[in-house]
């Protein structure tokens, strides 16, 4: 018999046996000794245990490069030559058992104490999830975001488990062509042949519940995917069962139709709480992390009421178990949909939780009253939840503001709405040289304390040269990658040969390398380089201080005013040295990101204040020696302490262009007379010492107060109480 949502089971059937029978059939596949391989392949522990990734490369190299890090397809696709050869290699094989022994020590701790447990989980929703390159249902911040979280609360052992969706195409990849205009193109994802297993019941069935959908019911199967101890669920409505157009619903991440977007936020927040039932799973606590997963608050206090449960205890009990995060004050992160959409899309679901479809509607707007006013998600996620949270101090002022329609009564001082401000998950951004230098500084064991000031007081104590010498080695490291790079892409644009031979020849690794990576939305201002040709070209053009930019990017498809932004960047090319000097890395992903963090000297960020609610990107460039450059927005407005960096006030203007103009003239004031100078200013022994300064300065401010170690127990403190409120009975 097949469970769904209306036949709980008594025990847990939550897919970790079915990861343990695909590792054992790739396993049977291999030889005898690489069957710890096939193991550790099905946990992404690996990707954050040193000597994970090197483990995988020893196989082929160029295969592990080809197949996007994927362990899973790596092992079913090297050739037998290479499997023979590391079997035979007791180094690499005993290596594989160390890694492997890892894991199991990590799995085999006991959890977190208190309310959650395996049957009453922190239950944390998602549209997307950044948890490795290999598994691309990621498009941004959000995605990488959740990653860390994930990563995070299995490195603390909180009893978590995550529910998102799995895109069968993904989010798109990019070209940029010759004039910088960008196109798309997606490459199907096969859930086969990366490390997740289909969910099956106790008969051997897939798993499957059914959500309401359009006045029918969509049949939803599961994918689990291990994150060290956290199991990462993925809905998939790619069954035989559905309609050709209801299987596209889990087709693409943010995908352009309107309506398939409110069916894939609706299949999100009423089937996660379906699959975790129907999995014997009740959640303790539910993180709606943004506002596409909120109607799963409702789905909880549905089943209450279906059992005679009155409708208001029922709500008021499904709210003290929610907490909601917002992520952004942009209208784009907080889209509205009609009346007309909604009931499309949601049908009965109004009636099923006991409230008229007008009522139903009012719980997504900012004033119920007005019938005119778009259904959005982030109004139903902040009534629907005891905790709300914005994701750095000076976002949670800006969601106050933004949300106080919705407490009239209250002063905007009071509106509750606090703050968890972001974090990175420091084992997965920090560059494996960087960490070898800390282990030899640090005190043993500091990892795990990273979010402790004291923890990183020795940083002070290392050598200048020591610590300049690290930086000398990512930035060398990572020209070899921009050249390989930029290269490829400029023949696969078919450039003139002599801009292709200037990427070859170019980037120097000893010049100041600056990078701008992040989502091509408008308010980020990637314009605003440009804006200054003439200075941009006297940085670029110096003999004595060069400079050199690192650009990444996406645009969201719809978004042709992102996309002309990234457009003017290819206007660079007619500026003397840019060819050897500029470069654009098409396909901004985790593993470009990984690179530009770790190799780039400075770090910019040029967010139209306040819509910048946090950031992160930012704070991994300062896990690895670089300094920031930003905006006072989002983390930097909290991070920045005049020694640390260097910042760009956040004064607002009702004129955009003239606040674009006075912020890009800070940004080159601050280059030409302060960045470039303290970079190239040495001493007898070569060392910028003032530079190097800054750097000791960042590592001990940024590292602890913007680690995933302290923003997960902020969670686990302040939001979900998992300490101080009684366990569910």
Same mark, same amino acid.
């Given at each position: 018999?097949?469970?769904?949502?209306?036949?709980?089971?008594?025990?847990?059937?939550?897919?970790?046996?079915?990861?343990?029978?695909?590792?054992?059939?790739?396993?049977?596949?291999?030889?005898?000794?690489?069957?710890?391989?096939?193991?550790?392949?099905?946990?992404?522990?690996?990707?954050?245990?040193?000597?994970?990734?090197?483990?995988?490369?020893?196989?082929?190299?160029?295969?592990?490069?080809?197949?996007?890090?994927?362990?899973?397809?790596?092992?079913?696709?090297?050739?037998?030559?290479?499997?023979?050869?590391?079997?035979?290699?007791?180094?690499?094989?005993?290596?594989?058992?160390?890694?492997?022994?890892?894991?199991?020590?990590?799995?085999?701790?006991?959890?977190?104490?208190?309310?959650a447990s395996s049957h009453h989980p922190v239950a944390f929703l998602c549209a997307e999830f950044a948890v490795h390159t290999s598994l691309p249902i990621y498009a941004g911040g959000l995605g990488v975001l959740a990653g860390d979280i994930l990563k995070e609360a299995s490195d603390l052992a909180v009893p978590m488990v995550a529910v998102g969706l799995l895109y069968r195409?993904?989010?798109?990849?990019?070209?940029?062509?010759?004039?910088?205009?960008?196109?798309?193109?997606?490459?199907?994802?096969?859930?086969?042949?990366?490390?997740?297993?289909?969910?099956?019941?106790?008969?051997?069935?897939?798993?499957?519940?059914?959500?309401?959908?359009?006045?029918?019911?969509?049949?939803?199967?599961?994918?689990?995917?291990?994150?060290?101890?956290?199991?990462?669920?993925?809905?998939?409505?790619?069954?035989?069962?559905?309609?050709?157009?209801?299987?596209?619903?889990?087709?693409?991440?943010?995908?352009?139709?309107?309506?398939?977007?409110?069916?894939?936020?609706?299949?999100?927040?009423?089937?996660?709480?379906?699959?975790?039932?129907?999995?014997?799973?009740?959640?303790?606590?539910?993180?709606?992390?943004?506002?596409?997963?909120?109607?799963?608050?409702?789905?909880?206090?549905?089943?209450?009421?279906?059992?005679?449960?009155?409708?208001?205890?029922?709500?008021?009990?499904?709210?003290?178990?929610?907490?909601?995060?917002?992520?952004?004050?942009?209208?784009?992160?907080?889209?509205?949909?009609?009346?007309?959409?909604?009931?499309?899309?949601?049908?009965?679901?109004?009636?099923?939780?006991?409230?008229?479809?007008?009522?139903?509607?009012?719980?997504?707007? &900012?004033?119920?009253?007005?019938?005119?006013?778009?259904?959005?998600?982030?109004?139903?996620?902040?009534?629907?939840?005891?905790?709300?949270?914005?994701?750095?101090?000076?976002?949670?002022?800006?969601?106050?503001?933004?949300?106080?329609?919705?407490?009239?009564?209250?002063?905007?001082?009071t509106v509750p709405v606090g703050h968890v401000t972001n974090g990175v998950h420091v084992p997965t951004w920090m560059a494996p040289a960087t960490r070898a230098l800390l282990d030899r500084h640090l005190e043993p064991g500091?990892?795990?304390?990273?979010?402790?000031?004291?923890?990183?007081?020795?940083?002070?104590?290392?050598?200048?040269?020591?610590?300049?010498?690290?930086?000398?080695?990512?930035?060398?490291?990572?020209?070899?990658?921009?050249?390989?790079?930029?290269?490829?892409?400029?023949?696969?644009?078919?450039?003139?040969?002599?801009?292709?031979?200037?990427?070859?020849?170019?980037?120097?690794? &000893?010049?100041?390398?600056?990078?701008?990576?992040?989502?091509?939305?408008?308010?980020?201002?990637?314009?605003?380089?440009?804006?200054?040709?003439?200075?941009?070209?006297?940085?670029?053009?110096?003999?004595?201080?060069?400079?050199?930019?690192?650009?990444?990017?996406?645009?969201?498809?719809?978004?042709?005013?992102?996309?002309?932004?990234?457009?003017?960047?290819?206007?660079?090319?007619?500026?003397?040295?840019?060819?050897?000097?500029?470069?654009?890395?098409?396909?901004?992903?985790?593993?470009?990101?990984?690179?530009?963090?770790?190799?780039?000297?400075?770090?910019?960020?040029?967010?139209?204040?306040?819509?910048?609610?946090?950031?992160?990107?930012?704070?991994?460039?300062?896990?690895?020696?670089?300094?920031?450059?930003?905006?006072?927005?989002?983390?930097?407005?909290?991070?920045?302490?005049?020694?640390?960096?260097?910042?760009?006030?956040?004064?607002?203007?009702?004129?955009? &262009?003239?606040?674009?103009?006075?912020?890009?003239?800070?940004?080159?004031?601050?280059?030409?007379?302060?960045?470039?100078?303290?970079?190239?200013?040495?001493?007898?022994?070569?060392?910028?010492?003032?530079?190097?300064?800054?750097?000791?300065?960042?590592?001990?401010?940024?590292?602890?107060?913007?680690?995933?170690?302290?923003?997960?127990?902020?969670?686990?403190?302040?939001?979900?109480?998992?300490?101080?409120?009684?366990?569910?009975?």
């Amino acid at each position: 018999m097949t469970e769904t949502a209306d036949a709980p089971t008594a025990t847990i059937v939550d897919g970790s046996a079915d990861v343990r029978r695909a590792a054992e059939d790739l396993a049977s596949r291999l030889p005898a000794a690489l069957a710890p391989f096939a193991h550790i392949a099905y946990n992404y522990r690996w990707s954050w245990t040193p000597g994970g990734n090197d483990l995988f490369a020893t196989i082929d190299p160029l295969r592990w490069d080809r197949s996007n890090r994927n362990p899973v397809r790596l092992l079913s696709e090297a050739s037998s030559a290479s499997l023979a050869r590391v079997a035979g290699d007791e180094r690499v094989v005993a290596q594989a058992h160390d890694i492997l022994a890892t894991i199991d020590a990590d799995l085999s701790r006991p959890p977190l104490t208190g309310r959650a447990s395996s049957h009453h989980p922190v239950a944390f929703l998602c549209a997307e999830f950044a948890v490795h390159t290999s598994l691309p249902i990621y498009a941004g911040g959000l995605g990488v975001l959740a990653g860390d979280i994930l990563k995070e609360a299995s490195d603390l052992a909180v009893p978590m488990v995550a529910v998102g969706l799995l895109y069968r195409q993904g989010y798109f990849l990019q070209r940029m062509d010759r004039t910088g205009y960008q196109h798309e193109y997606w490459i199907p994802l096969d859930p086969d042949r990366v490390p997740a297993a289909l969910v099956r019941n106790a008969d051997g069935e897939p798993l499957i519940v059914s959500v309401p959908l359009r006045g029918r019911h969509l049949i939803v199967q599961v994918w689990r995917v291990q994150v060290g101890r956290v199991p990462l669920l993925l809905l998939d409505a790619d069954r035989r069962e559905n309609s050709r157009t209801d299987r596209w619903v889990t087709a693409r991440l943010y995908e352009s139709d309107r309506g398939i977007r409110l069916a894939q936020y609706t299949l999100l927040g009423i089937g996660s709480m379906r699959v975790l039932e129907a999995m014997g799973m009740d959640p303790a606590v539910v993180h709606l992390n943004e506002g596409h997963a909120g109607l799963a608050p409702l789905e909880l206090a549905r089943r209450d009421i279906a059992v005679g449960v009155d409708r208001h205890d029922a709500f008021a009990a499904a709210r003290e178990r929610t907490v909601f995060t917002t992520h952004t004050p942009v209208s784009a992160g907080n889209e509205g949909y009609d009346v007309a959409e909604v009931a499309e899309v949601m049908g009965d679901f109004p009636a099923e939780i006991g409230m008229d479809f007008d009522s139903f509607l009012q719980l997504g707007r &900012t004033r119920p009253e007005n019938p005119h006013e778009p259904f959005v998600m982030t109004p139903l996620g902040i009534k629907m939840s005891r905790s709300a949270n914005g994701v750095s101090r000076r976002h949670g002022e800006v969601a106050r503001q933004m949300w106080q329609p919705l407490f009239p009564e209250r002063p905007v001082d009071t509106v509750p709405v606090g703050h968890v401000t972001n974090g990175v998950h420091v084992p997965t951004w920090m560059a494996p040289a960087t960490r070898a230098l800390l282990d030899r500084h640090l005190e043993p064991g500091w990892m795990q304390r990273a979010a402790e000031p004291q923890t990183w007081d020795p940083v002070e104590n290392i050598p200048d040269a020591e610590l300049w010498a690290l930086r000398c080695r990512l930035r060398a490291e990572f020209v070899e990658y921009v050249r390989d790079r930029s290269v490829a892409t400029r023949l696969a644009r078919s450039e003139p040969r002599e801009l292709v031979a200037a990427a070859e020849r170019g980037f120097n690794p &000893t010049a100041l390398t600056v990078g701008f990576a992040r989502r091509l939305a408008t308010y980020k201002r990637l314009y605003l380089l440009t804006l200054e040709p003439q200075r941009v070209a006297d940085l670029i053009s110096s003999v004595d201080r060069p400079l050199q930019v690192v650009l990444a990017g996406k645009a969201h498809p719809d978004d042709e005013e992102g996309k002309r932004s990234a457009q003017r960047l290819f206007s660079f090319k007619e500026l003397p040295h840019a060819a050897e000097r500029v470069s654009f890395l098409d396909n901004y992903d985790l593993g470009i990101a990984s690179q530009m963090v770790a190799g780039c000297d400075l770090w910019v960020n040029l967010p139209r204040a306040p819509l910048e609610a946090s950031g992160t990107s930012g704070m991994k460039s300062a896990l690895n020696g670089g300094l920031n450059l930003s905006v006072l927005d989002g983390w930097w407005a909290e991070a920045y302490d005049g020694a640390n960096g260097w910042s760009i006030p956040s004064d607002t203007t009702y004129d955009p &262009t003239v606040q674009d103009q006075r912020d890009a003239a800070a940004f080159y004031d601050l280059l030409e007379k302060e960045v470039a100078p303290l970079f190239y200013d040495r001493d007898a022994d070569g060392i910028p010492r003032g530079w190097v300064r800054r750097i000791k300065r960042s590592l001990r401010t940024n590292g602890p107060r913007f680690s995933a170690t302290r923003m997960v127990r902020d969670y686990v403190d302040t939001a979900y109480l998992l300490r101080t409120m009684a366990a569910p009975e």
